[in-house]
């Protein structure tokens, strides 16, 4: 998330703040975070943020010149997910990762498909990967569990607010309300997202990804069937959860057919989903985390 100072940065790697800052407070149970980012829904609509993140033209050339995501997409995006586990299981290993996260991408840096120099901790541009959360975490609880109301989409904000502390992101680089929040999205939208070639990668179903990492003999010779339609239901999810003016500024296509047809997945979806025992409806991270606090 990002607010005017961060609107305005030119690519600068950041300065380091005056004095040290207060440590944030890891995430415990009752908040919205430790349901929402264990819960396995979350694997429908991380793609939807991720492609919010690469349609950033900075984004998406650091992603294009130093990620693996073709080479290795499947440990690509098991490192990621495991990384966001511990942002809000992880406890004090959260503000561990925070600092090595910030550590990584210290040295990502280059020049965007508009001739702009970029720095992956260049403030506008690392608020904005964050940023993607709140409007993606509101549109997959409207279709896959149940809509926030106001008190708990400004609740799932200010819990946005102190993810971002983790991971380093200052207080002046986001909106700091809901209310100040769409209108930035609203700039960064109409003024900065484009149809990046690492989005329009993730769109494409025909885009070849190998079988799982360590999958058997049998997943490996069915995988040349079971991957486009697989393919097809991932680039479907993803479209669909992307917001109306996203999907506007990207040239996708949605149709009402497509619509109908999302909110019958999401009804599915959010039939099923509960009635799973707990090893199944969370992630391994979560689970443990869940059972710990029992304790």
Known sequence: MAGEHARTGRGEAPAPGPGPRPEPVPFAPGSLLWDITGDVRILLSLPAALVLQVAHPAVGAGVDDHSVFR??????????????????????????EGRRLRALHRTISGTDTRGRAYHALTPAYYAWVH???????????????????????????DELLALGAVLGIKQRDMPRTPEEFWPYFDTMVREELERTAVAAELLDPRRPVPPP???????????????????RLHVFVTTGLLPPAVRDRLG???????????????????????????????????RAARRAARR
């Open 71 to 96: 080479t290795d997409p499947w440990g690509r995006a098991e490192r990621s997910l495991h990384s966001l586990q511990l942002w809000v299981y992880g406890g004090e290993h959260a503000l561990e």
């Open 131 to 157: 940023a993607t959360a709140y409007p993606v975490f509101l549109r997959a609880a409207q279709y896959l569990s149940r809509p926030f109301d106001e008190p708990d989409a400004r609740r799932l904000y």
């Open 213 to 231: 990492d360590g999958a058997g003999a049998l997943l490996r010779r069915l995988w040349p069937v079971l991957r486009p339609p697989l393919a």
């Open 252 to 286: 996708l296509a949605w149709t009402a057919r497509d619509e109908r047809r999302l909110r019958r997945l999401g009804a599915v979806v959010r039939t099923v989903v509960p009635l799973l025992p707990e090893r199944l409806r969370y992630l391994p991270t979560a």
